[in-house]
């Protein structure tokens, strides 16, 4: 029986933990671009940023109900606890898709607001519509919408893509399969119920590990990109490179299968990415006052 809703269950649906790193990463993206931003825009432009990130979510938990209701990591969200009724997340999602998208071209610009239309389109249709439940690429190809919004907040300030902001999307894209992968390899058993083929439920454990290692060696060189290409300095080289090196240490031993080196690379790649972004980020602000 459906409850009534009430504004926790629909700011639930906005995915708060998921919301956070896509405000962290366009902030970034914010900061380190060249040249300057009116801090209220900057609030106006993060803020609608972090609406449309949201707006996926409540895309995505419209779509996925049916499973989120046989997953235990999923089952206590708004839908399926009868919090919110899927139409209301529909309808919740395609109007702060709309207006995010709208606002941001009209008050910031318009390449940003293009950019957060396709983060939108990726996340709900792309990556949750058509490939989720079809293919077991769907984290590699979907992945691009959690990549999206570093090159928002670029593009926000400059009202361009550049190389440097297409770097910023790689280290995310290339990091997402190891994060992902490290996860779905001890709640397989999730994905396996509702027939979600992620891939150690298709392919295998053996093939997910030697997929793990393979994007840490295309993403460590990536996240070395800003320091090689000069728009990050030696304090990101060095905390980067040092932190790079015990991710690939810990990819090394999943792909050896190590006992329980999986949960320790999900854990440690988490503080890895806003360890990098955060270098950046906080490089910028001190050097912008030196």
């Not at 949750?128 to 907040?153: D, E, S």
Request: hydrophobic share 60%.
């Amino acid at each position: 029986m459906m409850q009534e809703a009430d504004a926790h269950a629909f700011i639930a649906l906005l995915k708060p933990r998921v919301m956070s790193l896509v405000i962290f990463t366009a902030l970034v993206g914010l900061v380190a671009a060249p040249g300057s931003m009116n801090p209220v825009m900057s609030f106006v432009a993060i803020l609608l940023i972090a609406i449309g990130a949201g707006a996926s979510g409540a895309l995505n938990m419209w779509y996925d109900a049916d499973i989120d209701a046989e997953m235990e990591r999923t089952k206590s969200r708004p839908i399926p606890m009868g919090l919110v009724a899927k139409e209301d997340a529909l309808a919740f999602g395609m109007v702060l898709s709309v207006g995010s998208v709208f606002l941001l071209g009209l008050v910031v610009n318009i390449t940003s607001a293009i950019l957060l239309a396709i983060t939108i389109f990726f996340y709900a249709v792309v990556y949750t519509m058509w490939l989720k439940r079809r293919t077991p690429q769907n984290i590699v190809i979907g992945g691009a919408a959690g990549a999206f919004p570093p090159m928002i907040g670029w593009a926000a300030v400059t009202d361009s893509v550049t190389l440097e902001s297409l770097v910023l999307f790689g280290i995310i894209f290339l990091w997402t399969p190891p994060h992902f992968w490290a996860l779905s390899l001890f709640i397989s058993k999730d994905y396996e119920k509702v027939s979600v083929p992620m891939l150690p439920v298709v392919a295998g454990e053996r093939t997910t590990r030697n997929q793990i290692l393979f994007y840490t060696l295309l993403m460590v060189p990536c996240a070395m990109a800003p320091f090689l290409m000069g728009f990050a300095g030696i304090v990101y080289g060095i905390v980067v490179g040092i932190l790079s090196a015990i991710f690939m240490m810990y990819a090394v031993q999943v792909y050896r299968g190590v006992k329980n080196k999986e949960k320790k690379l999900f854990f440690f790649s988490i503080l890895y990415l806003f360890s990098v972004f955060g270098t950046l980020a906080l490089e910028n602000i001190v050097g912008a006052f030196f």
